[in-house]
Nanobody, 115 residues
Framework: QVQLVESGGGLEQPGGSLRLSCAASGIIFRISTMGWYRQAPGKERELVAS???????NYADSVKGRFTISRDNAKNTVYLQMNSLKPEDTAVYYC?????????WGQGTQVTVSS
């Protein structure tokens, strides 16, 4: 059974930083492309960033240059470093394989950017 547990969200001011973590189990993490997704109120869930097993990363245009995805295969964990946060980054953030395993969505972690 796949389990994905996100953490690290919170309330941050514009321009601030947060680091999200996602611990994965039940998948062969080291060979999986992993992604961070987000869903803002009233909007569809979108892919924010992905990272291949070899460490190649891709980003949505809206976060390019501000967010960095990384992974630790020894810990089965993927991270999202978010800098220069903007109010439009406010959303629930989820991790999953990319493409996602539909049954594996976790609870996500809320990120709120507001002054």
């Amino acid at each position: 059974q796949v389990q994905l547990v996100e953490s690290g969200g919170g309330l941050e001011q514009p321009g601030g930083s947060l680091r999200l973590s996602c611990a994965a189990s039940g998948i062969i993490f080291r060979i999986s492309t992993m992604g961070w997704y987000r869903q803002a109120p009233g909007k569809e869930r979108e892919l924010v960033a992905s990272i291949t097993s070899g460490g190649t990363s891709n980003y949505a245009d809206s976060v390019k240059g501000r967010f960095t995805i990384s992974r630790d295969n020894a810990k089965n964990t993927v991270y999202l470093q978010m800098n220069s946060l903007k109010p439009e980054d406010t959303a629930v953030y989820y991790c999953n394989r990319h493409p996602p395993i539909v049954a594996a969505w976790g609870q996500g972690t809320q990120v709120t950017v507001s002054s």
